[in-house]
């Protein structure tokens, strides 16, 4: 029987809406920090939907020179930037830098800059596109380019799997290491959506919310009897995962140990969650399985609590279909409700979130709880943070295409 390894988290990058670097990030949401107003990345008047969380005191010239910057997508100086703080964080000798691979997870990837080189070829013609039109759109650069900017030569690859794709990264970047396919990973979720066509894409396909265009705090509001969907948000979100008896024998610091992950397909529809939550269930269950953890040692939720009507109805009824009466009493919280919906980055926000609640025992609201729906019956943490004894997680991921993605996260000892 191959042995099963430890994995544990040695360093955390953020760069988010309610603050770059991981302290700021946490002062940001442990006090309902609400990060949602009016788009300025562009004029959004013919929008249906003028709403975003947008990071305004990001310079991508501290990672990237402005040449660099016109090759791509800002989705890759959000992740190059998190990554450093990672790094620097974790302590690791740059001589090891030749060891470490890279897994991040992206549902868009560069899908704005071949937005932005589409309309250049549409307006000017092929010669006044970027020569790296094709490499600043394709997804799987975010990857190479964390990579090439830090000398790193382990494996380098991104997941896509839309909104579940930080959490499939990190499911994946924990069975690497687990199984002694890799030492120490970068992994975690990077997303950039803010764009004129990726926010008409959404809004065109009804996902978005467009009723308080005028009063945007209120926009994002997961669980509300009157929420109509998501606030487009970005980020990332970055982790470095690594075998715990090489971070012992260096003298690392420990953040929290990677205990499992699970993932499940609805199979039944493009863009709507299979009614009974029965698959997310499952994919709790077998979260929890791969963790050697019962239910009754879940002490917090991160949920994926979009704002969607149908999304947060699916993701309630799928906890008290998996914990039973239980459910009632476990505290969970959603962060979109302050920093919007980051895509696929969303679960490495969780996944960041979390690992600060269990260091500071402290729970997250979820803010703009208003209009309690009848359906939505947990303890949502609403309005204000809680202290609360904090030991293991769970981080859940939902995304189109009928996909589920559980990671389960506890504190090292």
């Not at 100086?77 to 997870?105: F, M, N, W």
């Not at 012992?248 to 939550?277: F, M, Q, S, W």
Request: charged share 20%; proline share 4%.
């Amino acid at each position: 029987m191959v042995e099963r390894r430890r994995v544990v988290v040695t360093g955390i990058g953020v760069v988010s809406p309610a603050g770059i670097g991981k302290e700021k990030f946490w002062e940001g949401v442990s006090r309902g920090k609400n990060c949602i107003d009016r788009i300025t990345f562009f004029d959004p008047k013919d929008h249906p939907s003028q709403v975003a969380a947008e990071i305004r005191d990001f310079d991508p010239t501290d990672y990237l020179s402005p040449q660099e910057l016109h090759h791509v997508h800002r989705s890759t100086p959000l992740a190059i930037a998190a990554t450093a703080e990672a790094l620097r964080g974790s302590k690791i000798s740059e001589s090891d830098y030749r060891e470490i691979g890279v897994v991040i997870g992206s549902g868009a990837g560069g899908l704005g800059y071949g937005e932005q080189q589409i309309m250049k070829y549409y307006r000017d013609g092929y010669k006044r596109m970027s020569p790296h039109a094709s490499t600043g759109t394709f997804v799987g650069m975010i990857s190479s380019d964390v990579s090439i900017r830090f000398g790193l030569n382990g494996m380098s690859t991104v997941v896509s799997t839309g909104c579940t794709s930080a959490n499939d990264a990190m499911g994946s970047a924990l069975n690497l290491i687990r199984f002694g396919l890799a030492d120490i990973l970068i992994t975690g979720g990077a997303e950039a959506c803010v764009t004129p066509a990726i926010v008409a894409a959404f809004a065109r396909l009804g996902a978005l919310s467009i009723k308080w265009n005028a009063e945007p705090k209120r926009a994002s509001r997961p669980f509300n009897a009157d929420r109509d969907g998501f606030v487009m948000g970005e980020g990332a979100w970055i982790f470095v995962f690594e075998e715990l008896k090489r971070a012992l024998k260096r003298g690392a610091v420990i953040y929290a140990e990677v205990a499992g992950y699970a993932a499940t397909c609805d199979a039944y529809h493009k863009t709507v969650p299979e009614p009974t939550g029965a698959f997310l269930a499952k994919a709790m269950e077998n979260a929890m399985k791969d963790a050697a953890l019962a239910k009754e040692q879940i002490d917090y939720i991160n949920l994926h609590g979009t704002s969607t009507i149908l999304n947060d109805k699916t993701e309630t009824a799928a906890i008290k279909l998996c914990f039973g009466r239980r459910a009632y009493s476990i505290p969970c919280s959603s962060l979109k409700s302050m920093i919007g919906h980051p895509q696929g980055a969303s679960g490495a926000a969780g996944a960041a979130a979390s690992i600060m609640s269990m260091i500071n025992n402290f729970i997250v609201p979820t803010i703009n709880y208003e209009r309690p729906d009848p359906e939505c019956d947990l303890d949502y943490v609403p309005n204000k943070g809680r202290a609360a004894k904090v030991d293991t997680v769970m981080v859940n991921s939902i995304g189109f295409g009928s996909k589920n993605s559980i990671i389960i996260l506890k504190k090292y000892s």
